[in-house]
T-cell receptor, first 119, second 113 residues
Framework: EAGVTQFPSHSVIEKGQTVTLRCDPI?????LYWYRRVMGKEIKFLLH????????ESGMPNNRFLAERTGGTYSTLKVQPAELEDSGVYFC?????????????????FGPGTRLTVL | GENVEQHPSTLSVQEGDSAVIKCTYS??????FPWYKQELGKGPQLIID?????GEKKDQRIAVTLNKTAKHFSLHITETQPEDSAVYFC????????????FGTGTQLKVEL
């Protein structure tokens, strides 16, 4: 079974440009998450989709970030316009079954990440 | 929200020795604590997790202990091997529900020959 895939693996852009990251979750996983790790710091939650709906986008830094998951399959994360502080590794993860309350946790499978460098 | 602190940030051990990584969390209601291993060029991969109804869980050379009173949990790797070299992250559920995780800052483990 294929794992979570992300594209591109690396992206180097200049400040003010636009970048779109793509994530293909494991087939059949309704839950899709985006996380980001800024150099040397913790992996921080950005947002959570259940199928095509945004369940929680409380971690999105600002309105320069736009995530979509049309059709409930793959997801894209667009940064427009990019700023220097957006540099980091963006991870996508997916899990089975919708989260139910706080008592049920399913393993999140992570993709290899996209390393974004904004110059 | 949940706050997770992880120590040490780097850890170097000799092959065959044990390694211990410690994490503390802030939300006393948290009840699920996964550990992830990230190898170079790859994404984090779950290696073991523990739920709050047990104090210890073991899987071959790795074990996790949980102290709910003190709100800390630890990863123990015994008989370390070079392939254990990686970045390890602890995590806890984000306060407020859902399946999202709050991660520690990571521990770079290096196992030296």
């Amino acid at each position: 079974e294929a794992g979570v895939t992300q594209f591109p693996s690396h992206s180097v852009i200049e400040k003010g440009q636009t970048v779109t990251l793509r994530c293909d979750p494991i087939s059949g996983h309704d839950n899709l998450y985006w996380y980001r790790r800024v150099m040397g710091k913790e992996i921080k939650f950005l947002l959570h989709f259940v199928k095509e709906s945004k369940q929680d986008e409380s971690g999105m830094p600002n309105n320069r970030f736009l995530a979509e998951r049309t059709g409930g399959t793959y997801s894209t994360l667009k940064v427009q316009p990019a700023e220097l502080e957006d540099s980091g590794v963006y991870f996508c993860a997916s899990s089975q079954d919708p989260a139910v309350g706080r008592g049920l946790y399913n393993e999140q499978f992570f993709g290899p990440g996209t390393r974004l460098t904004v110059l | 929200g949940e706050n997770v602190e992880q120590h040490p940030s780097t850890l170097s051990v000799q092959e065959g020795d044990s390694a211990v990584i410690k994490c503390t969390y802030s939300d006393s209601a948290s009840n699920y604590f996964p550990w992830y291993k990230q190898e170079l060029g790859k994404g984090p991969q779950l290696i073991i997790d523990i739920r709050s109804n047990v104090g210890e869980k073991k899987d071959q050379r790795i074990a996790v202990t949980l102290n709910k009173t003190a709100k800390h949990f630890s990863l123990h790797i015994t008989e370390t091997q070079p392939e254990d070299s990686a970045v390890y992250f602890c995590a806890a559920p984000f306060t407020g529900g859902g399946n999202k995780l709050t991660f520690g800052t990571g521990t770079q483990l290096k196992v030296e020959l």
